[in-house]
Structure formats: C-alpha cells, structure tokens
C-alpha cells in the first residue's frame, strides 16, 4: 500500500501570509487529490490533480489556491494569502492503485493555524 | 439539503454490540468509500464500493445503487473501533462528497 507523508504537520501563519503544503507519495502517482476540514466540519474537496493538471475543483478552490508537482514527485499546495478561515487540517490523498477505482490512500494531513 | 446524510450522528455501544451505521446520498456516483477517521485526524481508507458487499474482518460495507444506500457494519465491537466513520462518494466528475460522519463510541 502507498505511503503518503504530509509536510509540515503543523503550521502557523500569519493572516496574509503564503504558504506552502508538500505532499510526497512513496510511489509516482498520476492522480493526487488535496481535501480540508475544518475544525468541527466535515472534510471537503479541493481539488483533483492528474498527470499534472488540475482536473477538478471546488468552488472553495478559488484563486488564492494553487497546486503544483514541481519536482515530478512532490505535491504542493500553495495559499497565496491566507485567512483566518483557510484555518483547518489538509489532507492530501492518492488512489492506492493509481487508479480512480481504487480506495483512497490519505497523508496524516497538515494543520492549518492561521491568527 | 445535503448530498451525503449519515445516520445516526453519534452511536454510543457496549463492547460486543453488532453495530450498524447508514449513508444516503442523492448524486449519481461512481464509487462510494468508507472511511475512518481517529481522534487525532488521520483517515483510514475502509472500504470502496461500487456495487455489492465488502467484508474486511469485523467490518462489511453494503451498497445499493437502485436506493442511493450504503451500510457499514461491525461485528463484535471493540473500543478501538471508537472513531468517526465518514462516508464518502466520489461523482462521475471524480470530486468527492463527504458526509458528516458517525461518532463512534464503544465502551468495555
């Protein structure tokens, strides 16, 4: 089964701040996917990602998000200018067989402090 | 109205206990997961279904495409199966829809 590490596991930033969430598969994925959750709620869909290109995204990944595989093996999420409500915990995940019909292999996700 | 509604919102069990936990949902999917959630935020993957019943050890997912309904059952529940247990459905634009979760709570 794939393994899946988040980086950092815990960041704080200041309101305007960027920054940057890194997502490193164990293996060469096609499709990766990035979800929040915010304190409380429930975890929702940012956006799907595949043979890099963003193939889907919800209406909460406006223009302040973006994603990236900079290196052909890391994922990134980048906040431009953060908010007190970007405040969560990201997951990122990838199909554990690279594949869309396969279980969903998640990272230990990132938490999000923005004050 | 949400996409995805989980019943019940909380379970509270006894060790043992068979324990039942119902998803509905009302969008056209290609795949509906299980998953589980610790209380330190991790998520585990359980079950992917698309049609049929799963079984994982204690664990069997159910799912009936006709009716929009998924079960995830545990047999002989045990306190570390205390979590939250989220149903999620992936449509055939491939975004995923989550439910609120089950809060789980199994004492000895």
């Known amino acids: 089964e794939p393994e899946v590490t988040q980086t950092p596991s815990h960041q704080v930033t200041q309101m305007g701040q960027e920054v940057i969430l890194r997502c490193v598969p164990i293996s060469n994925h096609l499709y990766f996917y990035w979800y929040r959750q915010i304190l409380g709620q429930k975890v929702e869909f940012l956006v799907s990602f595949y043979n890099n290109e963003i193939s889907e995204k919800s209406e909460i990944f406006d223009d302040q998000f973006s994603v990236e595989r900079p290196d052909g093996s890391n994922f990134t999420l980048k906040i431009r200018s953060t908010k007190l409500e970007d405040s969560a915990m990201y997951f990122c995940?990838?199909?554990?067989?690279?594949?869309?019909?396969?279980?969903?292999?998640f990272g230990n996700g990132t938490r999000l402090t923005v004050t | 109205k949400n996409e995805v509604e989980q019943s019940p919102q909380n379970l509270t069990a006894q060790e043992g206990e068979f324990i039942t936990i119902n998803c509905s949902y009302s969008?056209?999917?290609?795949?509906l997961h299980w998953l589980q959630q610790h209380p330190g935020g991790g998520i585990v993957s359980l079950f992917m279904l698309s049609s049929g019943k799963k079984k994982h050890g204690r664990l069997i997912a159910t799912i009936n495409i006709q009716e929009k309904h998924s079960s995830l059952h545990i047999t002989a529940s045990h306190p570390r199966d205390s979590a939250v247990y989220i149903c999620a459905v992936r449509s055939w634009n491939n975004d995923m829809r989550f439910g609120a979760g089950t809060r789980l709570t199994v004492k000895p």
């Open positions: 995940a990838i199909p554990s067989q690279d594949s869309l019909n396969s279980p969903l292999h």
């Open positions: 969008v056209g999917i290609s795949a």
